[in-house]
């Protein structure tokens, strides 16, 4: 009898508990019936959320396609959405892979996740932006540069190299090479020096305490908050610092007639194999690489570079005519990304 | 009456539903990366699992691992039994509010710690700028980024699980032994050799519980750049190399069970002194001990709580940063609380069957330990098992596709700890109730609805605010398979977060903190006003 007292007792908080699932539920059902009405495409995207979101919702309003996206993390820059490409790819959920660097869309078309596509509206961007087989077209690109923090570094180091100065000795930070574009710097710097002297070269960073920080975010902040006095990061990271008006400059390395020069990365996108929604997907893949799109993302804080050369950007976006790159393939890249990967957890994960 | 062997019938396929849902819930995404790894195109090949377990690479991240582990529960041991002593021995005034401001570090998600540990032990921070004063010149700051900085904030995340073993403890300890012993000896010395060694087993759960908890999460180490188990694996993930992440889960798994283990066989049986039952002692400590025990947990709740969300507020100052986050972050709010809820259902229906069901028997105590499972591969490869198991035509497509595979993840990811909290009120529960309802011919059913149910509703309600708390702040599981479209709160702070702690970060995390300490209070307070039927139950 006491038990049956006191269920009566607590009753209510079952109660409680039992009404607020089944609004959860309903919730959660209405949501699920509400999701097949509009026609959508799903993609992943590498791209900061804060710039790709108004590329996407754009999309939407032009073309009434709602666009799913799932945005990857800064710490595990395009991997971790990789990583789930490939766990999906025997029942794919993405249609559109929209990612930052080219690295690892090329171990997608090599891993037969992607579709060829050739899409109308990359016809003006340079062949050496785009796949031969038409597996991924390039757009909107960044620079790996070098920021330095204007009150503690009165001459700039103008090469990488200057890592290994003893000058700079624990006073310099680079992101996590195993991430985004700075494990795509380190699989090119392996294709263009080869083995030995990546390797040397990356010893050489350990022998000299160059900090590994999470992600080129991450640099552009500690070295504009005079944690560090330089570092390497990409164009849209160190741009940000610059217009927020924080004490950092940033600048190619290697520009020197015979520099190794820069690595000029662009966005690539690629339909995925069995997509869910093929057409919806064509539809977005034309329209992110429409002259459109690249002026937007050159226009926002990101400055990336159009590859289109209709596209007029403004002055404060560096040209890539103008600038030295390396002599470097993105197919050479993509062939020692894995190679590269093994090497730097081996190095920088301890 | 109903049938007796009806009865028996029901009871069984109720128990083999419950198997059922635990091994698809939690067994199956394990056991299929497990398959994965060990065939490769139809043959057995241990390759990946040789060459990962057999490096010299294994071993430092070993060290590494069982360094920050230990270092967290040693350090949080230091903090939290000092704390739950001066709670429940010393009785320090205002008690109440103390212990549940003790209890808010463990409610929330590590990585909102590690972002306001990073904060104040910056170059900018409080800690930071005031230990960089205090050092001689020329001599480094030591740096929330590195293998201390990692067992520090772990410590400080976790110090209350052993904080509330030596409260519980002490609310079962039997105040006659202490006045017993006290006709033979001083205070002081009594405290030392009576109370200390009989609460010292469920210390030291305490302590075992923040061992595990910090071995197997990658959110704080994966922020503060230090690598261990769960960092390799994801790592090893970026390499696509499934089967040797799978490989390198089997070290956790091993070091998970040596811990069950070892509690199961050293420490369990040592709790057996305390009685069980409420006997307020009737002695009392001195003032200045009180006083000094009042400061310390004050102290302890200063650094632990105050400072850390102040840091974070001061950083999301202007005020209308909130109204931002509101804005942008209105759908993460509602998805959250939603699998929140939703996880937190599932798990406490769960559990509670479970415990009803089979009770405190062998088959409970394996049922347990296959629970461990994916709680002890941490949640990234959980995600990956979770992936290959749910993404396939049918009915596990229609799961996979909607947010009821985030549910699923955080309910595999906490069974265990659901499943532990109403094994405990099971085993509370006087097994004559049920006899005396079995002689008056009362169907096992209506029994377990009509006695054990109520007399677990304290429990139900733990277990529900503390899975809708864990699911909430849950990241490692969730971050690879949220539907497309959709994003939990956790998962947008740990991609915002990567950016630095802004004033958007910091408004976030402090959102996210309240949202979950409302949710905690409440299930404390339901908690509160319901848990004196305990005495009922025995």
């Not at chain 1, 520099?259 to 919806?280: E, R, S, Y």
């Not at chain 2, 733990?462 to 909430?472: K, N």
Request: glycine content about 8%; overall charge positive.
């Amino acid at each position: 009898m006491k038990g049956l007292s006191m269920f009566k007792e607590h009753r209510s908080y079952m109660r409680g508990i039992l009404l607020v699932t089944a609004c959860a539920a309903t919730l959660f059902l209405a949501h699920g019936c509400a999701r097949e009405k509009a026609p959508a495409v799903v993609v992943y995207t590498a791209l900061d959320e804060m710039y790709s979101q108004p590329i996407l919702s754009a999309f939407t309003e032009q073309t009434g396609i709602r666009v799913l996206p799932v945005y990857d993390t800064e710490a595990s820059k395009t991997t971790g959405m990789v990583s789930r490409l490939v766990a999906e790819r025997d029942r794919p959920r993405a249609d559109v892979f929209w990612n930052n660097e080219t690295a690892q869309t090329i171990v997608l078309k090599n891993k037969g996740i992607l579709e060829a596509y050739r899409s109308p509206s990359a016809e003006s961007i340079p062949d050496a932006f785009k796949d031969p087989e038409g597996f991924w077209t390039g757009f909107a690109a960044r620079g790996r540069v070098i920021i330095y923090n204007t009150d503690l570094v009165k001459v700039p180091p103008s090469s990488i190299r200057d890592l290994l100065k003893p000058e700079w000795a624990g006073r310099a930070a680079i992101a996590k090479p195993l991430f985004g574009t700075t494990a795509t710097h380190a699989a090119a710097l392996f294709a263009a020096w080869g083995d030995g002297e990546a390797k040397a070269f990356f010893h050489g960073l350990k022998d000299n305490q160059i900090a590994v920080l999470a992600g080129n975010a991450t640099v552009r902040d500690q070295v504009a908050a005079g944690e560090y006095a330089w570092g390497l990061t990409d164009t849209d990271d160190a741009n940000g610092a610059v217009e927020d008006g924080r004490p950092a400059k940033w600048l190619y390395p290697d520009q020197g007639p015979d520099g190794l020069g820069t690595l000029v990365i662009p966005n690539t996108v690629a339909l995925v194999k069995g997509a869910p929604h093929p057409d919806a997907a064509q539809k977005l893949i034309d329209y992110l690489l429409s002259p459109q799109v690249e002026e937007a993302l050159s226009k926002m804080r990101s400055i990336q570079i159009p590859l289109n050369p209709n596209v007029v950007a403004s002055e404060r976006v560096p040209k890539v005519s103008d600038t030295r790159t390396m002599a470097v393939t993105f197919d050479e890249i993509a062939a020692r990304m894995e190679s590269t990967a093994v090497f730097v957890k081996e190095e920088f994960l301890q | 009456m109903r049938h007796p062997r009806t009865d028996v019938h029901t009871r069984r396929a109720a128990s083999l539903l419950v198997w059922a849902a635990v091994l698809v819930m939690a067994v199956l995404p394990v056991a299929i990366l497990f398959v994965r790894a060990i065939v490769v195109e139809g043959q057995v090949n241990l390759d990946s699992f040789r060459s990962v377990l057999f490096s010299t690479r294994q071993w430092r991240l070993l060290a590494n691992s069982v360094l920050v582990a230990g270092g967290a529960a040693c350090l949080a041991t230091l903090l939290g039994a000092p704390a739950g002593y001066a709670l429940a021995y010393a009785r320090v005034p205002a008690r109440r509010l103390l212990t549940a401001l003790l209890a808010i570090p463990a409610l929330l998600p590590p990585y909102v710690l590690a972002t306001a540990w990073a904060v104040m032990l910056g170059a900018n921070g409080v800690l930071g700028s005031w230990l960089g004063a205090l050092l001689p010149l020329g001599q480094a700051r030591p740096s929330p980024f590195s293998v201390p900085g990692t067992i520090l904030v772990l410590a400080f995340t976790y110090y209350p699980l052993v904080t509330f073993a030596a409260v519980a403890a002490l609310s079962r300890f039997d105040g006659r032994l202490e006045e017993a012993a006290l006709l033979t000896g001083a205070r002081a010395r009594v405290f030392r050799s009576v109370v200390v060694p009989l609460t010292l087993p469920s210390v030291l759960t305490g302590a075992l519980s923040v061992f595990v908890l910090a071995l197997l999460n990658f959110s704080v180490p994966s922020l503060l750049q230090v690598n261990t188990y769960p960092v390799e694996l994801y790592a090893s993930s970026a390499t696509y190399d499934f089967a040797a992440a799978t490989a390198q889960s089997l070290p956790l798994l091993a070091l998970c069970l040596i811990a069950l283990s070892a509690w199961a066989v050293v420490l369990r049986p040592r709790n057996a002194w305390l009685t069980g039952a409420r006997r307020e002692r009737s002695l009392r400590v001195s003032p200045r001990v009180r006083a000094w025990a009042a400061a310390g947990c004050w102290g302890l709740v200063l650094l632990s709580v105050f400072a850390p969300l102040a840091s974070l507020f001061v950083r999301s100052l202007p005020l209308r940063t909130y109204l931002s986050v509101w804005e942008t972050a209105r759908g993460e709010f509602g998805t959250s609380l939603l699998v929140g809820v939703l996880s937190a259902t599932l798990l406490a229906g769960l559990a509670f069957l479970q415990s009803a069901l089979l009770g405190k028997g062998r088959q409970a105590a394996v049922l347990m330990l296959v629970e461990l499972l994916p709680f002890a591969v941490t949640g990234p490869l959980l995600s990956l098992g979770l992936i290959a198991l749910w993404n396939r035509d049918g009915l596990p497509g229609l799961v996979y596709d909607s947010l009821a595979i985030v549910v699923l993840a955080c309910g595999a990811r906490y069974l265990f700890i659901a499943a532990g909290i109403l094994a405990a009120g099971g085993q509370r529960m006087n097994p004559r109730l049920h006899e005396a309802a079995r002689v008056q011919g009362i169907s096992w059913w209506r029994a377990m609805f009509g006695i054990t149910l109520p007399l677990q509703v304290p429990f139900l309600v733990a277990c529900w605010g503390l899975a809708f708390v864990l699911a909430v702040g849950e990241l490692d599981a969730t971050v690879l398979v949220c539907p497309p479209g959709k994003t939990t709160l956790a998962i947008r702070l740990f991609t915002l977060m990567h950016y630095g702690p802004d004033a958007y970060v910091a408004a976030l995390s402090l959102m996210t903190a309240l949202v979950i300490l409302c949710a905690g209070a409440c299930a404390a307070w339901a908690y509160g006003r319901i848990g004196n039927t305990r005495d009922a139950s025995h």
